[in-house]
């Protein structure tokens, strides 16, 4: 048989109790080794809509692009195999997908995968696509992991990417502390800056490397070239031995999710969306530290939400005023019976900032004391020494605003996988991948 490029997507192989799909796919990765697959492209973790309620830890599905002669129901019935002696059975929020799609990606499945991004996609209309072309597939409970495994497949990171190095530890061990070493992991950062991002929160010196779930993930570092992430990782030491580790090139750190901007009244539930429009009632502080504020534009309005999480962001938020224009990087949450639809704000540019203009009485001519207002159009009267005018007028002062225009961001330890953080403004990696480094993936 000749050779064939499949593109295999892969989801929903986790759980919140254990479990990862990149933790899988390194696993497949020496299995189809053993077949004798060749390499197109690292391992594409593509990460999709954040605003997802279904999802489990992070959103993020993995496509794998080969070069076989392997027919794909042969491919499928190894990965088939795998997932069900690898998978958490019996849990709801865990329905693995499976899709493999042979040679050229069809249009649309590349739409797909875009609306994927920022948009919530029904389990229909992936079946309505599984149906057209009958590609061989594994579908289990919801089907909500194929929609993930399309998504994955359309996305072949042509603009911006990013890498991640990530290792594991034994699975059997997931019960103990990763203890990752800290002071490694700053040395690391500060050696690598322009090579990698957000490893550490700046303003706590919290480890960003280091998830906290019951999983197999050691830690994971990101960045922009294999090289360096296979050099950078050895600076890093933790308690627990690494297992075995893997290279993914991957849509995180680029802001793919926020490439559409939308009219406040075209908002929907689980959109990740880009809003511009005018402060119209100043921020609040509300139950649990969250500033509320609201912003409308020539078709409505809509309150807006930076959550307790965002730490000092809050801040830069609570000085905004009524006629202040802003760029909101939001995600929508849905009404519920405390609320309306809310921007869920991850991202803030100041695009115009109002004048900040406050009235003071005047001063008494006589005796220096501010002068009191003595009645509905009568004017003003001093207290102290009766001195009293229909002719003055109150005076006025513009206040120095204490935020400029600009971007502003959350801290790193609140940043979503997609973010584009402001190490990253600036950077873009364009292309395909050409090439692969010698050993992206442990033995």
Known sequence: MDSQVLHIGMDDIDSPQGGCTTHFVSLMVNKLENLGVEWCDYPNLIRLNPNIPFRTRGNGAVALRISTECSSTEILAVLNKAVSSYVQKNHHNTNPGIVIVPNEIPEILLNFSQTAIWRAVPVDYAERILQKYDWNHLRTGTGRGIIGALAAVGNTLVGDHTYELITYRNPNECYLDRDVDPESVYDMDSKFPRHTFSNVDPQTGQILIEPHGPDPVLFGIRGEYPVSLRIACGFVYAGQQIQRWCIFRSNQ??????????????????????????????????????????????????????????????NIVRSLIPGD????????????????????????????????????????????????????????????????????????????????????????????????PIARIGRYNDGRSISLIPRWHSE
Request: proline residues 5%; aromatic residues 6%.
């Open 325 to 420: 224009k802003v760029l909101l990087h939001t995600g929508v949450k849905p009404a519920s019976r405390t609320h309306g639809m809310t921007l869920n704000v991850e991202g803030l540019e100041v695009l115009h900032l109002a004048e900040n203009i406050s009235y003071f009485n005047p001063i008494c001519p006589d005796c220096g004391k501010r002068l009191k207002s003595a009645g509905r159009n009568k004017g003003f009267k001093c207290e102290k020494c009766g001195y009293r005018s229909t002719n003055m007028r109150k005076i006025e002062s513009i206040e120095l605003r204490t935020v400029s225009t600009g971007l502003y961001l959350p801290p790193l330890r609140a940043h979503r996988h997609l973010t584009r």
């Open 253 to 314: 750190g680029t802001g793919e999710h926020l490439q559409h901007k939308v009219m406040i009244a075209e908002l929907r539930p689980y959109m990740a969306a880009v809003v511009e429009g005018q402060v119209i009632e100043s921020p609040r502080i509300i139950e649990g530290g969250h500033v509320i504020f609201t912003i409308r534009d020539s078709t409505g309005s809509i309150e807006c939400a930076a959550y307790e999480p965002t730490g000092d962001f809050r």
